[in-house]
């Protein structure tokens, strides 16, 4: 599986050649999206920014998250993955966003599991949902989830990432 900087250069190039930009949303990353896409060269031609929104009430003022489907659900939650990544998409002026919520320890939260985890996309072509299920420490599972977010931005962009194994 590659890593998340081979698949945040694999982004950068895409977007580059496309003439598209890209914005995140993070919660449990608290940034390391946004600073793995800014460590490849040329990304300031297509990253256009960034909200770290660790705190919930900051998911809704910052992001644009329903404060209902906050209350409701909680921040951890693939109605919210999705609206964080609308989120930063309509509020950073970008043609994608990407987004991260979950649990990355070392405690569960709310009843939900260390390494559960939603990552989505925004795009012209609607928004996608991903739920992972990660195992290892806070960093493992913050890198897992730097690289498994970029790696569905590359999926929907149809940019070839070198990969071993399986997703």
Same mark, same amino acid.
């Given at each position: 599986?590659?890593?998340?900087?081979?698949?945040?250069?694999?982004?950068?190039?895409?977007?580059?050649? @496309?003439?598209? *930009?890209?914005?995140? $949303?993070?919660?449990?990353?608290? +940034?390391?999206?946004?600073?793995? %896409? =800014?460590? /490849?060269?040329?990304?300031?031609?297509?990253?256009?920014?960034?909200?770290?929104?660790?705190?919930?009430?900051?998911?809704?003022?910052?992001?644009?998250?329903?404060?209902?489907?906050?209350?409701?659900?909680?921040?951890?939650?693939?109605?919210?993955?999705?609206?964080?990544?609308?989120?930063?998409?309509?509020?950073?002026?970008?043609?994608? @966003?990407?987004? *991260?919520?979950?649990? $990355?320890?070392?405690?569960?939260? +709310?009843?939900?599991?260390?390494? %559960? =985890?939603? /990552?989505?996309?925004?795009?012209?072509?609607?928004?996608?949902?991903?739920?992972?299920?990660?195992?290892?420490?806070?960093?493992?599972?913050?890198?897992?989830?730097?690289?498994?977010?970029?790696?569905?931005?590359?999926?929907?962009?149809?940019?070839?990432?070198?990969?071993?194994?399986?997703?």
């Amino acid at each position: 599986m590659p890593d998340g900087a081979s698949v945040a250069a694999a982004v950068i190039h895409g977007l580059a050649g @496309a003439g598209q *930009t890209v914005a995140a $949303a993070e919660s449990l990353t608290g +940034g390391l999206v946004s600073a793995t %896409l =800014v460590d /490849v060269p040329g990304a300031s031609a297509v990253f256009r920014g960034g909200l770290v929104v660790y705190a919930t009430e900051l998911k809704a003022t910052l992001a644009g998250v329903s404060a209902p489907l906050l209350a409701e659900r909680g921040p951890v939650d693939p109605d919210v993955a999705a609206a964080l990544a609308e989120g930063a998409r309509a509020r950073c002026g970008a043609d994608w @966003a990407v987004a *991260t919520t979950g649990v $990355a320890g070392p405690d569960p939260q +709310g009843g939900l599991p260390v390494g %559960l =985890v939603y /990552v989505a996309v925004a795009g012209p072509g609607g928004t996608e949902v991903r739920r992972l299920d990660l195992g290892g420490d806070r960093a493992a599972i913050r890198a897992a989830t730097v690289a498994e977010v970029l790696r569905l931005l590359a999926d929907r962009l149809k940019v070839g990432v070198l990969q071993s194994g399986t997703a």
